[in-house]
């Protein structure tokens, strides 16, 4: 049974950093391309970005608003995968899922609705100005 367990969110003021974590179990963690998507209150779910199956090296891409301000990485030998957000914005509020592409559809990109197939419970990040 896949199983994806976000934790770290919180609320921070902005210019902070924060990190979320997610546990994941159920399937062979480290041949799988893992995301991060967001829902904003009001608006449609966006994929924050993902990175690629793989060790010691590995493929990210980000969504435009956050690159160069938010990190995803992986720790195989944990099972875990970390969105490492600096600079926070007030529109960075948002509930953030952890998600995984658990049937392998694609290695490298999984930063779409359409090819991750298992999500967390979603972690609320609150910035305040």
């Known amino acids: 049974q896949v199983q994806l367990v976000e934790s770290g969110g919180g609320s921070v003021q902005a210019g902070e950093s924060l990190m979320l974590s997610c546990a994941a179990s159920?399937?062979?963690?480290?041949?799988?391309?893992m995301a991060w998507f967001r829902q904003a209150p009001g608006k449609d779910l966006e994929a924050v970005g993902s990175?690629?199956?793989?060790?010691?090296?590995?493929?990210?891409r980000y969504l435009d608003s956050v690159k160069g301000r938010f990190t995803i990485s992986r720790n195989n030998a944990r099972n875990m995968v970390f969105l490492h957000m600096n600079t926070l914005k007030t529109e960075d509020t948002a509930v953030y899922y952890c998600a995984a592409d658990d049937r392998g559809f694609n290695d490298k990109y999984c930063d779409s609705v359409g090819l991750v197939s298992s999500w967390g419970q979603g972690t609320q990040v609150t910035v305040s100005s």
């Open positions: 990175i690629s199956a793989g060790g010691i090296t590995t493929t990210t």
């Open positions: 159920g399937f062979p963690f480290s041949r799988r391309c």
